[in-house]
Protein backbone atom coordinates (compact mmCIF):
# COMPACT_ATOMS: atom_id res chain seq x y z
CA UNK A 1 0.00 0.00 0.00
CA UNK A 2 1.66 2.95 -1.08
CA UNK A 3 0.58 6.27 1.31
CA UNK A 4 1.20 9.84 1.05
CA UNK A 5 1.74 11.59 4.57
CA UNK A 6 1.18 15.38 5.05
CA UNK A 7 2.17 16.89 8.14
CA UNK A 8 2.02 20.62 9.22
CA UNK A 9 0.92 20.67 13.26
CA UNK A 10 3.66 22.68 14.15
CA UNK A 11 6.82 24.43 12.57
CA UNK A 12 7.80 21.86 10.20
CA UNK A 13 6.15 21.09 6.70
CA UNK A 14 6.59 17.27 6.17
CA UNK A 15 5.78 15.54 2.97
CA UNK A 16 6.76 11.73 2.58
CA UNK A 17 5.88 8.28 0.74
CA UNK A 18 5.50 5.18 1.81
CA UNK A 19 5.05 1.59 0.79
CA UNK A 20 3.77 -0.20 3.79
CA UNK A 21 6.55 0.29 6.32
CA UNK A 22 9.18 1.20 3.73
CA UNK A 23 9.89 4.78 2.88
CA UNK A 24 10.27 5.57 -0.10
CA UNK A 25 10.46 9.59 0.53
CA UNK A 26 10.64 11.72 3.15
CA UNK A 27 11.33 16.01 2.96
CA UNK A 28 11.26 18.36 5.32
CA UNK A 29 11.03 21.98 5.28
CA UNK A 30 12.22 23.42 8.38
CA UNK A 31 10.79 26.93 9.59
CA UNK A 32 12.96 27.18 12.63
CA UNK A 33 14.99 30.65 10.77
CA UNK A 34 11.32 31.71 10.51
CA UNK A 35 10.81 31.61 13.76
CA UNK A 36 14.43 32.08 15.54
CA UNK A 37 14.05 35.94 16.38
CA UNK A 38 10.72 35.64 17.97
CA UNK A 39 12.11 33.14 19.83
CA UNK A 40 9.38 30.72 19.41
CA UNK A 41 7.23 29.25 16.60
CA UNK A 42 4.86 32.35 15.57
CA UNK A 43 1.19 30.34 14.16
CA UNK A 44 0.37 32.66 11.72
CA UNK A 45 4.18 32.88 10.32
CA UNK A 46 4.04 29.05 10.67
CA UNK A 47 0.48 28.50 8.54
CA UNK A 48 1.90 31.00 5.63
CA UNK A 49 5.29 29.01 5.47
CA UNK A 50 3.68 25.80 5.28
CA UNK A 51 1.50 27.18 2.27
CA UNK A 52 4.41 28.33 0.64
CA UNK A 53 6.60 24.72 0.89
CA UNK A 54 3.71 22.18 0.65
CA UNK A 55 3.36 22.17 -3.38
CA UNK A 56 6.95 22.32 -3.98
CA UNK A 57 7.97 19.17 -1.37
CA UNK A 58 4.18 17.38 -2.80
CA UNK A 59 6.14 17.45 -6.14
CA UNK A 60 9.56 16.73 -4.62
CA UNK A 61 8.76 13.56 -2.41
CA UNK A 62 6.37 12.26 -5.76
CA UNK A 63 9.48 12.44 -8.01
CA UNK A 64 11.56 11.32 -5.43
CA UNK A 65 9.43 8.10 -4.64
CA UNK A 66 9.20 7.48 -8.23
CA UNK A 67 5.26 7.53 -8.57
CA UNK A 68 2.60 10.03 -9.32
CA UNK A 69 -0.37 11.11 -7.99
CA UNK A 70 -2.38 8.67 -9.09
CA UNK A 71 0.22 5.55 -7.84
CA UNK A 72 -1.59 6.92 -4.46
CA UNK A 73 -3.70 4.08 -2.34
CA UNK A 74 -4.28 6.96 -0.06
CA UNK A 75 -3.75 10.03 1.80
CA UNK A 76 -2.45 10.84 4.60
CA UNK A 77 -2.55 14.08 7.22
CA UNK A 78 -2.01 15.09 10.41
CA UNK A 79 -5.27 16.26 11.96
CA UNK A 80 -4.29 16.86 15.40
CA UNK A 81 -2.91 17.90 18.17
CA UNK A 82 -1.54 21.06 16.70
CA UNK A 83 -1.52 24.29 16.05
CA UNK A 84 -5.38 25.26 14.08
CA UNK A 85 -4.47 27.16 11.14
CA UNK A 86 -1.14 24.89 11.08
CA UNK A 87 -3.20 21.79 10.50
CA UNK A 88 -5.79 23.43 8.10
CA UNK A 89 -2.88 23.91 5.62
CA UNK A 90 -2.44 20.08 5.25
CA UNK A 91 -5.59 18.88 5.58
CA UNK A 92 -6.76 21.49 2.95
CA UNK A 93 -3.95 20.00 0.83
CA UNK A 94 -4.90 16.51 1.62
CA UNK A 95 -8.70 16.62 0.44
CA UNK A 96 -7.23 18.09 -2.98
CA UNK A 97 -4.64 15.20 -3.56
CA UNK A 98 -7.59 12.75 -2.35
CA UNK A 99 -10.38 14.23 -4.38
CA UNK A 100 -8.40 14.55 -7.51
CA UNK A 101 -6.95 11.05 -7.39
CA UNK A 102 -10.04 9.28 -5.47
CA UNK A 103 -7.53 7.67 -3.47
CA UNK A 104 -8.91 7.28 0.42
CA UNK A 105 -8.11 10.00 2.89
CA UNK A 106 -7.02 9.08 6.45
CA UNK A 107 -6.86 11.96 9.20
CA UNK A 108 -4.02 10.90 11.60
CA UNK A 109 -3.18 11.59 15.06
CA UNK A 110 0.37 13.40 15.85
CA UNK A 111 0.70 11.38 18.73
CA UNK A 112 0.19 7.64 17.03
CA UNK A 113 2.64 8.91 14.37
CA UNK A 114 5.22 9.42 17.03
CA UNK A 115 4.79 6.09 18.43
CA UNK A 116 4.52 3.99 15.57
CA UNK A 117 7.33 5.55 13.64
CA UNK A 118 9.49 2.78 15.09
CA UNK A 119 8.46 0.23 12.89
CA UNK A 120 10.02 2.01 10.02
CA UNK A 121 13.21 0.60 11.38
CA UNK A 122 11.96 -2.20 13.91
CA UNK A 123 9.76 -3.32 12.09
CA UNK A 124 5.45 -3.90 12.25
CA UNK A 125 6.09 -6.31 15.97
CA UNK A 126 5.30 -2.93 18.35
CA UNK A 127 2.66 -4.35 21.13
CA UNK A 128 2.31 -5.02 23.57
CA UNK A 129 4.64 -2.23 24.88
CA UNK A 130 4.59 1.29 27.31
CA UNK A 131 5.41 4.17 25.10
CA UNK A 132 6.89 6.97 26.52
CA UNK A 133 5.95 9.71 24.38
CA UNK A 134 7.65 13.43 25.42
CA UNK A 135 7.59 16.45 22.47
CA UNK A 136 7.37 20.14 22.84
CA UNK A 137 3.41 19.74 24.03
CA UNK A 138 3.53 16.34 25.66
CA UNK A 139 4.77 14.25 28.22
CA UNK A 140 3.35 10.84 28.49
CA UNK A 141 3.56 7.14 29.20
CA UNK A 142 1.05 4.89 27.90
CA UNK A 143 0.31 1.46 27.73
CA UNK A 144 0.09 -0.07 24.33
CA UNK A 145 -1.68 -3.65 24.51
CA UNK A 146 -2.21 -3.62 20.55
CA UNK A 147 -1.16 -1.23 17.90
CA UNK A 148 -4.46 1.78 18.05
CA UNK A 149 -4.92 0.87 21.39
CA UNK A 150 -4.12 3.76 24.31
CA UNK A 151 -4.30 3.56 27.84
CA UNK A 152 -2.84 6.56 29.47
CA UNK A 153 -0.83 6.27 32.70
CA UNK A 154 0.23 9.67 33.04
CA UNK A 155 1.09 12.28 31.91
CA UNK A 156 2.81 15.68 32.80
CA UNK A 157 0.28 17.97 35.30
CA UNK A 158 2.20 21.47 34.04
CA UNK A 159 5.04 21.67 31.61
CA UNK A 160 5.70 19.47 28.61
CA UNK A 161 9.52 18.50 28.39
CA UNK A 162 10.29 20.02 25.21
CA UNK A 163 8.66 23.34 26.81
CA UNK A 164 10.79 22.65 29.95
CA UNK A 165 14.10 22.18 27.80
CA UNK A 166 13.21 24.94 25.50
CA UNK A 167 12.77 27.76 28.45
CA UNK A 168 15.83 26.58 30.05
CA UNK A 169 17.92 26.66 26.66
CA UNK A 170 16.21 30.50 25.85
CA UNK A 171 17.44 31.16 29.79
CA UNK A 172 20.86 30.10 28.92
CA UNK A 173 20.58 32.14 25.99
CA UNK A 174 21.06 29.10 23.47
CA UNK A 175 18.34 30.38 21.16
CA UNK A 176 15.57 28.60 19.04
CA UNK A 177 15.29 25.80 19.38
CA UNK A 178 16.49 25.18 22.44
CA UNK A 179 16.45 21.57 22.90
CA UNK A 180 18.91 20.64 20.59
CA UNK A 181 21.43 23.20 21.57
CA UNK A 182 20.78 22.70 24.99
CA UNK A 183 21.84 18.49 24.75
CA UNK A 184 25.28 19.93 22.58
CA UNK A 185 26.52 22.12 25.54
CA UNK A 186 25.45 19.45 27.85
CA UNK A 187 27.79 17.25 26.24
CA UNK A 188 30.42 19.12 27.76
CA UNK A 189 29.08 19.47 31.53
CA UNK A 190 29.23 17.44 34.63
CA UNK A 191 25.18 15.98 34.92
CA UNK A 192 25.99 15.52 39.04
CA UNK A 193 27.86 18.93 39.37
CA UNK A 194 23.98 20.42 40.82
CA UNK A 195 21.38 17.95 42.22
CA UNK A 196 18.38 19.19 40.60
CA UNK A 197 14.53 17.92 42.57
CA UNK A 198 13.77 14.67 40.42
CA UNK A 199 9.92 16.13 40.92
CA UNK A 200 6.98 13.57 41.40
CA UNK A 201 10.43 10.79 41.35
CA UNK A 202 8.89 9.19 44.26
CA UNK A 203 4.59 9.93 43.61
CA UNK A 204 3.78 6.49 43.16
CA UNK A 205 1.67 7.74 39.77
CA UNK A 206 3.04 7.82 35.86
CA UNK A 207 2.63 11.57 36.30
CA UNK A 208 5.59 13.84 35.50
CA UNK A 209 6.04 17.85 36.65
CA UNK A 210 8.57 19.93 34.93
CA UNK A 211 7.89 23.67 36.05
CA UNK A 212 9.39 23.08 39.36
CA UNK A 213 12.94 22.27 37.57
CA UNK A 214 12.82 25.12 35.48
CA UNK A 215 12.18 27.59 38.42
CA UNK A 216 14.68 25.41 40.47
CA UNK A 217 17.19 26.28 37.47
CA UNK A 218 16.67 29.96 37.70
CA UNK A 219 17.32 30.01 41.35
CA UNK A 220 20.36 28.11 41.55
CA UNK A 221 21.77 30.70 39.36
CA UNK A 222 20.61 33.63 41.16
CA UNK A 223 22.16 32.42 44.79
CA UNK A 224 25.54 31.91 42.84
CA UNK A 225 25.19 34.89 41.12
CA UNK A 226 24.21 36.82 45.14
CA UNK A 227 27.48 35.11 46.34
CA UNK A 228 29.68 36.38 43.75
CA UNK A 229 29.83 32.64 41.62
CA UNK A 230 29.40 32.00 38.07
CA UNK A 231 27.85 28.94 36.82
CA UNK A 232 29.47 27.08 34.10
CA UNK A 233 26.23 26.74 31.64
CA UNK A 234 27.41 23.73 30.50
CA UNK A 235 27.62 22.07 34.21
CA UNK A 236 23.66 23.67 34.75
CA UNK A 237 22.38 22.11 31.12
CA UNK A 238 24.47 19.06 31.79
CA UNK A 239 22.64 18.65 35.36
CA UNK A 240 19.10 20.05 34.37
CA UNK A 241 18.98 17.51 31.65
CA UNK A 242 19.57 14.65 34.34
CA UNK A 243 16.87 15.27 36.72
CA UNK A 244 14.57 15.62 33.92
CA UNK A 245 15.40 12.05 32.03
CA UNK A 246 16.19 9.98 35.35
CA UNK A 247 12.28 10.79 36.18
CA UNK A 248 11.23 9.80 32.58
CA UNK A 249 13.78 6.83 32.63
CA UNK A 250 13.19 5.32 35.92
CA UNK A 251 9.22 6.41 34.74
CA UNK A 252 8.75 4.64 32.34
CA UNK A 253 10.82 0.95 32.84
CA UNK A 254 8.58 1.06 36.18
CA UNK A 255 5.52 1.53 34.22
CA UNK A 256 6.54 -1.55 31.83
CA UNK A 257 7.27 -4.02 34.63
CA UNK A 258 3.93 -2.85 36.13
CA UNK A 259 1.93 -4.07 32.90
CA UNK A 260 4.52 -6.49 32.47
CA UNK A 261 5.61 -5.88 29.32
CA UNK A 262 8.84 -6.65 27.41
CA UNK A 263 9.02 -3.31 25.50
CA UNK A 264 10.05 -0.20 26.21
CA UNK A 265 8.86 2.61 23.10
CA UNK A 266 10.17 5.87 22.81
CA UNK A 267 8.20 8.94 20.54
CA UNK A 268 8.54 12.40 19.58
CA UNK A 269 10.81 15.04 19.46
CA UNK A 270 12.77 14.84 22.59
CA UNK A 271 13.55 11.36 22.19
CA UNK A 272 16.31 13.18 20.11
CA UNK A 273 17.96 13.86 22.93
CA UNK A 274 21.59 11.95 23.42
CA UNK A 275 20.91 11.78 27.40
CA UNK A 276 18.02 10.05 27.40
CA UNK A 277 18.52 7.76 24.32
CA UNK A 278 21.58 6.21 26.00
CA UNK A 279 19.96 6.13 29.95
CA UNK A 280 16.69 4.45 28.57
CA UNK A 281 18.97 2.10 26.37
CA UNK A 282 20.62 1.19 29.79
CA UNK A 283 18.20 0.88 31.56
CA UNK A 284 16.21 -1.22 29.46
CA UNK A 285 19.38 -3.66 28.85
CA UNK A 286 19.34 -3.73 33.04
CA UNK A 287 15.75 -4.71 33.16
CA UNK A 288 15.94 -7.22 30.24
CA UNK A 289 13.60 -4.84 28.18
CA UNK A 290 13.31 -4.30 24.44
CA UNK A 291 13.92 -0.59 23.95
CA UNK A 292 12.88 0.63 20.43
CA UNK A 293 13.64 4.38 19.86
CA UNK A 294 13.32 6.17 16.17
CA UNK A 295 16.69 7.40 14.43
CA UNK A 296 16.84 11.22 15.16
CA UNK A 297 14.88 12.42 11.77
CA UNK A 298 12.02 10.21 12.79
CA UNK A 299 11.99 11.52 16.42
CA UNK A 300 11.28 15.33 15.45
CA UNK A 301 8.01 15.80 13.17
CA UNK A 302 7.81 14.65 9.70
CA UNK A 303 5.89 13.49 7.29
CA UNK A 304 6.90 9.52 7.27
CA UNK A 305 5.35 8.64 10.22
CA UNK A 306 1.80 10.25 9.17
CA UNK A 307 2.32 8.26 6.52
CA UNK A 308 2.81 4.87 7.89
CA UNK A 309 0.35 5.31 10.75
CA UNK A 310 -2.07 6.35 7.79
CA UNK A 311 -1.16 3.31 6.13
CA UNK A 312 -1.92 0.99 8.94
CA UNK A 313 -5.47 3.11 9.21
CA UNK A 314 -6.28 2.28 6.12
CA UNK A 315 -5.37 -1.14 6.09
CA UNK A 316 -7.97 -1.85 8.79
CA UNK A 317 -10.67 0.14 7.13
CA UNK A 318 -10.63 3.11 8.40
CA UNK A 319 -11.15 5.98 5.93
CA UNK A 320 -12.13 9.95 6.93
CA UNK A 321 -14.73 11.93 4.75
CA UNK A 322 -13.96 14.73 3.00
CA UNK A 323 -15.65 17.10 5.67
CA UNK A 324 -12.65 16.18 8.24
CA UNK A 325 -11.36 19.27 10.62
CA UNK A 326 -8.45 20.15 12.97
CA UNK A 327 -8.83 19.02 16.49
CA UNK A 328 -5.59 21.41 17.98
CA UNK A 329 -5.98 18.88 21.31
CA UNK A 330 -6.93 15.73 19.86
CA UNK A 331 -5.93 12.95 22.18
CA UNK A 332 -3.86 9.89 21.64
CA UNK A 333 -6.32 7.14 21.45
CA UNK A 334 -9.52 9.43 19.86
CA UNK A 335 -10.37 8.65 16.79
CA UNK A 336 -8.93 10.93 14.60
CA UNK A 337 -10.14 9.59 11.26
CA UNK A 338 -14.05 11.10 12.12
CA UNK A 339 -12.87 14.38 13.32
CA UNK A 340 -15.35 17.09 11.60
CA UNK A 341 -14.81 20.37 10.37
O1 LIG B 1 7.85 16.21 18.31
P1 LIG B 1 8.44 17.53 18.04
O2 LIG B 1 9.38 17.65 16.87
O3 LIG B 1 7.31 18.60 17.86
C1 LIG B 1 6.16 18.53 18.64
O4 LIG B 1 5.28 17.69 18.31
O5 LIG B 1 6.13 19.27 19.65
O6 LIG B 1 9.19 17.99 19.39
C2 LIG B 1 9.82 19.24 19.44
C3 LIG B 1 10.46 19.41 20.82
C4 LIG B 1 11.03 20.80 21.04
O7 LIG B 1 10.62 21.27 22.31
C5 LIG B 1 12.53 20.58 20.97
O8 LIG B 1 13.28 21.51 21.72
C6 LIG B 1 12.65 19.18 21.52
O9 LIG B 1 11.56 18.49 20.96
N1 LIG B 1 13.92 18.55 21.13
C7 LIG B 1 14.87 18.16 22.04
C8 LIG B 1 15.95 17.66 21.26
N2 LIG B 1 15.61 17.74 19.93
C9 LIG B 1 14.36 18.28 19.88
N3 LIG B 1 14.89 18.21 23.37
C10 LIG B 1 16.00 17.75 23.99
N4 LIG B 1 17.08 17.27 23.33
C11 LIG B 1 17.10 17.20 21.98
N5 LIG B 1 18.16 16.71 21.34
ZN1 LIG C 1 5.71 16.04 17.29
Redesign the pocket.
Known amino acids: MRVLGIET??D?TGVAVVEDETVLANLLASQVQLHERFGGVVPELASRAHVEALTPLLEEALEEADCGFGDLDGVAVTVGP?LVGALLVGIAAAKSVSLATGAPLIGVN?LEG?VLANAIEHGPELAPAVCLVV????TMLVHMPEVHSYELLGQTVDD????A??KV?RFLGLGF????A??RLARTGDPNAIRFPRAMADSGDYDFSLSGLKTAVLRHVKAERDAGREVDPADLAASFQEAVVDVQVSKTVAAARDRGVDTILLG???V???R?RERIDEAGAEAGLRVLIPSMDL???NGAMIALAGAWRLRRGDRSSLGIGADPSLELGADASSELG
Not at 160 to 163: L, R, Y
Open positions: SCEGHHSGGHAAGEFDAPGGPLDGGVANTLCTD
